[in-house]
């Protein structure tokens, strides 16, 4: 979960009268408290989610019989499935049994959330697609802000605001509570619209892949895409959106094989991606023109497509397959490079690396870098300084070009005139 989206699930738990909160932010404490419990042979996400979660048990009031945290799962080749069982089980070793660990997978449609399933599965969806719109107009300006920090501050209250309006029990959960949705991001973006920006100031663009924690959380990644606008970079960073477009189409793939090609349940995931598109576009809607040259694949199919050739994602599975299409699309819609983020020793991130060359090779050599995460101090100035001599050579020479926003244009343009 980012940091961003955290707090929309809060947001939506609080709708249903749930008094929810996301984990403490990271910090040295995090990997101090998880390094009593883990072995170092864990990946980085399951340290960092440890060491947040037992933060909560040193908190001042803290009661373990009115606590309870949230710690989806899943099954599959992948460390993830474990993490739940080991907070347990270290919960356990603490004594505090009695601590609920709510642990929602799509595998049984999400029925351990109970009457709230339902609820929660459409306020999760939106608290996703807003939280994942405004973390992305933040990379979108705040390269180009000419007072620094204006842009997390739009980013802070258009997140509080978004919030709000999810948690507001008063509008019911329906087309009102859509457009009480939009109408927020709509503030939101123009909170943004309001900053002082410079968009003449020359960017290359940088696509960022890779495993889903360790990309969306600015602690577990060093803040490396803060890092990266220092070199004059915008980054687009593979939302969690597309993850969810990707179950649907794993969950549609499983019924096919096991012959309920033609079902019920086929219909229902089918009716269910046709509400979340229709959604999704109805939250979206305001910021389209935020989002030109930026726009997302209409279906995630376009990911998997270009990801074929590489890794067939009839076999390989999980977010290897979403990186390696991902970086094709990226360097399609006109990126100077692409960094993959992840965990140190992910096996997703170890197999997308030795696929990367083949994939550059095909995409006029658009560099491609691995970034790996494992909570110790690294040299990251110096290998960024390397990698983006590399974006610079490339974006001489690269025959796909970026779409511009309307808006940067005239704003430039406006800029220039000045
Ligand atoms: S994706 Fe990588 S980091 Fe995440 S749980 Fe799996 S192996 Fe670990």
């Not at 603490?94 to 595998?107: H, K, M, N, R």
């Not at 910021?287 to 030109?292: G, H, K």
């Not at 940067?408 to 406006?414: G, L, M, P």
């Amino acid at each position: 979960m980012s940091d961003e989206g955290a707090r929309a699930f809060a947001a939506a738990f609080k709708y249903l009268g749930v008094d929810a909160h996301p984990s403490p932010d990271g910090d040295e404490r995090t990997y101090e408290i998880a390094g009593r419990f883990t072995s170092g042979d864990e990946c980085l996400p399951e340290r960092v989610t440890i060491g947040d979660f037992l933060k909560v048990t040193e908190q001042p009031g803290f009661d373990p019989a009115k606590t309870a945290f949230f710690m989806p799962t899943a099954s599959g080749p992948c460390r993830f499935g474990q993490y739940s069982p080991f907070l347990s089980q270290v919960l356990r070793e603490l004594g505090y049994d009695d601590i609920l660990i709510v642990c929602p997978t799509s595998a049984d449609g999400y029925s351990s959330l109970g009457e709230y399933s339902g609820p929660m599965m459409r306020l999760g969806w939106w608290g996703l697609i807003g939280s994942d719109a405004i973390r992305k107009m933040l990379h979108v300006y705040r390269p180009y802000e000419t007072k620094r920090g204006a842009a997390d501050e739009a980013c802070e209250r258009s997140l509080g605001i978004f919030c709000e309006a999810l948690a507001d029990p008063s509008v019911p959960i329906g087309a009102k509570k859509l457009s009480q949705l939009a109408g927020a991001l709509e503030t939101g973006r123009d909170l943004f619209r309001a900053i002082p920006v410079d968009f003449s100031r020359e960017t290359r663009l940088i696509g960022i892949v890779g495993e889903i924690f360790c990309r969306l959380s600015t602690f577990s990644n060093e803040d490396l895409i803060r890092r990266l606008e220092t070199f004059g970079v915008q980054a687009w960073l593979s939302d969690i959106g597309e993850w969810v477009w990707y179950t649907n189409v794993e969950q549609e793939k499983n019924l096919r094989l096991y012959g309920r090609g033609f079902s019920l349940e086929m219909l229902k995931v089918k009716i269910k991606k046709r509400v979340q598109h229709s959604h999704e576009e109805r939250l979206l809607a305001p910021l389209r023109d935020e989002f030109i040259g930026l726009e997302e694949p209409h279906d995630i199919m376009e990911v998997l497509e270009r990801s074929q050739p590489y890794l067939p994602y009839h076999g390989s599975l999980g977010e290897m397959v979403l990186s390696v299409g991902k970086a094709v699309y990226l360097y399609e819609k006109g990126a100077d490079g692409i960094i993959d983020i992840s965990p140190f020793t992910c096996m997703n991130g170890v197999i997308c690396e030795s696929i990367y060359p083949r994939v550059s090779r095909d995409c006029e050599g658009i560099p491609i870098r691995t970034f790996y995460f494992d909570g110790t101090q690294t040299d990251l100035e110096n290998d960024l300084g390397i990698f983006m001599e590399l974006v610079h050579n490339y974006s001489r020479r690269k025959t796909k070009r970026r779409a511009r926003r309307r808006g940067s244009c005239r704003r430039a343009a406006a800029h220039s005139a000045a």
